[in-house]
């Protein structure tokens, strides 16, 4: 038994055939992301084809009162995904066509629903890579909803400084678009930022146009080891104050390694240890990786360990990908919980020691890691979903995390977004700013179908 | 005798004293900004010198519904500062507080009337510098408030990329933070893009916080004369494909040499003209400067001529900055009106050389310049006010070059904003999503006060 109106379902029938379903299984998979956030099923499934599919499906539930849920890879992790008020998930991952490229201009447009490894493997004969990497497989529109970053953002920036413009469904069935193709533009408000990071709460995105770089004439990955988190972070934070552009400089804790090894099949050394990966000219490459050498040596750090053909700069970074995978498998029946705060650099290293007291005989696997060039990083716990207690000691503990980061300054979510997961903080954060969004939210979705339930506390 | 109702008038005068007037010289100054558009006095100018202060200013203006235009250094091109419903004129130029900087994460808050150039000398001898430069001396808050850029955008972005958040007062007066100081968060809607580009229309930027940047290691500047525009251009495009992290490249066409010759005792040869500035340590600068070299001698330029001295780099880009000026000194009583259109870089050849037929026997002085990296490039015309007939035949210019730049996925503005000069090009470049920027003015602004006539058809 569904809670749809019979007339929307007989509307969706008529419209998508096979392409909506009731079906439990697949209600099932679309309830959730990938993380420890309870699911919370849809009443329905549709797999859209197209823009227009996409704004008939929002069309149809705006008469009906109906919430929409986009869904794309379904990688999130804080609870995006949940149909809290029921309604209709709007799947996406079947627009997966790449529309247009401009090799002159270094730009594509893609469908909300290619991968961010489908694109680069599109690319890769072609020169060119788009460098957003959340590590996940993510759709581009949920790495757009999200304000996806990762690994590569303290050289080439997040989601927001890498999407040109949209087309977006708006809450009202409408379809517009963000804007062109011009590198830079001061004609009217920011749409296109507007609905970065807006998780599926203002409209739809469907089409993306992204801008792209040259695959670098030279790649150059090393790992670092230090004897401690203190170390490994203050060399960190003098490669930002430095300047050094650096395209990666990760952070995984001595026990991410142990995790990492054990799921990955390496042998990297049990400490704490530093990621970088530099991109260039040869010359240039060079000269920031002799930089970086003596900054590691000035604190303590053991010797690179390089990696610059292709085939081993790939499986090191793989390792890194598989992080919270690797974490989350060391323990039957667990699920990953992710931290995700950001502070600015300075205050990073106490703020990571801080961290790291608290998780001091906690009894759930945990491991530390971080996009430390941008001041973000993540404890990954292995977690018991059915146990209620060892979820509120996770949540205590990411409590005083994203207090912490509060209060020097910082944010409770770096890329993750909001979700669910973050509500309780929003206020914290921005203060009467939140009521703000929230004017912005009932002035584009006045019926307030578009993903309830997410980022704002009252939504 | 002024507009403004006697109670408002009464409790400004209680509040600001001296700091409100009404005298005829300083309304004067206050209608317009620094280009031909006609000016359209406010009925009264408030001084502020502090948020709370903007804060009071715009709550009594809401009470009696009376327009505020915020006020910076009068720098606007594009008729920002114009009281085209009257109103008062909010002066923040006075609010020049440098209210914090941390060396460590490279960022900053200053007051929104603190001016580039009081910045950069500010910071000087920390090391450090803000990038963002649009020429003219503007305000943080009014380079903000058009989403500026200029020379320096091809390697540091614009202002979208470089504020981490803003202080604002809202059209009812409350006051928010946008963000905090974390590099990057997905907490929410983007606010603070929100309010980069938005032209005081949804509230007074008040604060502002800035990212910097270290002082290069090792910078260099370079002039390369070409025999024709196509060359130059071509020799621009080929260094942004190949992704050659130029700190500027600028194009001057030798009508604009003439000018910046005789403005500023110059005696650069008069031709088709990139000037180059390379920034970072001495090895990839060196590296890119033997790149580059190598593309513009393909592309049939002429020997570099070099600036690397502190003084010589100054004395090249006080001329390029002074352009603008340049070209209008060169006809009496004249004033400026400089045309702004971004287009995608493979376009950038095409468009110029569109815009060079256009301007062929044409009787205004006129000069074509244009941040080429970004695909961003203007007219100067020097323009006779009084001519209805000339400021005409700029008009139906200005007309086709946007046209244009619009056919090929450009838009209308790439760094000066909407201001009044191109509202009329806002639906043919957006569509439909001009009534989205509609509905979110109406949210924020419900009373209409803020710098009304600006970027919207209706507002």
């Known amino acids: 038994m569904t809670a749809l109106p019979q007339e929307l379902v007989g509307q969706l029938k008529a419209r998508f055939a096979e392409r909506f379903t009731t079906n439990a299984a697949v209600l099932e998979q679309h309830g959730r992301g ?90 890769r004969d072609k020169g060119l890579f788009f460098p957003i990497d959340p590590g996940a497989n993510a759709s581009i529109g949920g790495m757009v909803s999200t304000r996806a970053s990762g690994t590569n953002a303290v050289r080439y920036g997040t989601m927001r400084e890498n999407v040109l413009s949209l087309t977006v469904v708006l809450p009202n069935g409408e379809i517009i678009q963000t804007g062109g193709r011009a590198r830079k533009s001061s004609a009217g408000y920011d749409l296109t930022r507007l609905f970065v990071g807006a998780e599926g709460t203002l409209g739809v995105v469907t089409e993306v146009t992204l801008r792209l770089y040259g695959i670098p004439e030279h790649t150059v990955a090393a790992l670092c080891s230090f004897p401690s988190v203190q170390q490994a972070i203050d060399t960190a934070i003098a490669v930002v104050q430095l300047g050094i552009p650096v395209a990666r400089m990760e952070f995984m804790d001595r026990g991410l390694i142990a995790a990492v090894n054990a799921y990955s099949g390496l042998s990297l050394k049990l400490e704490d240890t530093l990621a970088f990966e530099f991109h260039g000219p040869v010359g240039a490459v060079k000269e920031q990786v002799a930089l970086v050498a003596s900054l590691v040596q000035e604190n303590g750090g053991n010797d690179f360990e ?72 993540h404890v990954v716990f292995a977690v018991d979903p059915s146990s209620e207690n060892e979820l509120a000691a996770v949540a205590a503990i990411n409590k005083k995390m994203v207090e912490k980061a509060l209060s020097v300054g910082g944010t409770s979510t770096g890329e993750h977004g909001v979700g669910t997961g973050k509500i309780a903080y929003l206020r914290q954060e921005h203060g009467k700013a939140v009521d703000l969004m929230a004017v912005i939210k009932h002035a584009l979705d006045p019926l307030g179908i578009m993903n309830p339930g997410k980022i704002l506390p009252t939504a």
Chains 1, 2 share one sequence.
């Not at 996406?92 to 529309?99: A, F, K, Q, R, W």
């Not at 053909?309 to 989350?328: D, G, I, M, Q, T």
């Not at 007291?357 to 971080?370: S, T, W």
Request: negative net charge.
């Open 306 to 377: 390089w990696a610059t053909s292709p085939e081993e700069r790939n499986r090191l970074w793989k390792a890194r990908h598989s992080a919270f995978y690797a974490v989350v498998s060391q323990r039957p029946n667990a699920r990953g919980w992710s931290s995700d705060v950001c502070v600015p650099v300075s205050e990073l290293a106490g703020c990571v020691l801080h961290t790291r007291e608290l998780l001091k005989g906690f009894p759930v696997p945990a491991a530390i890691l971080g996009h430390v060039g941008d001041g973000n990083y």
């Open 34 to 123: 990938e993380s420890h956030h309870v699911a919370a099923l849809p009443d329905g499934v549709v797999f859209a084809g197209s823009t227009q599919e996409v704004a008939d499906v929002v069309t149809l539930c705006a008469q009906h009162r109906v919430p929409v849920i986009p869904y794309g890879a379904g990688t999130s992790l804080e609870g995006h995904l949940t149909a809290v008020k029921g309604g209709i998930s709007l799947d996406l991952s079947h627009m997966t066509e790449i529309l247009r490229i401009s090799q002159e201009d270094l730009d594509c447009t893609v469908q909300a629903g290619v991968t961010r490894e489908q694109l680069n493997t599109w690319l």
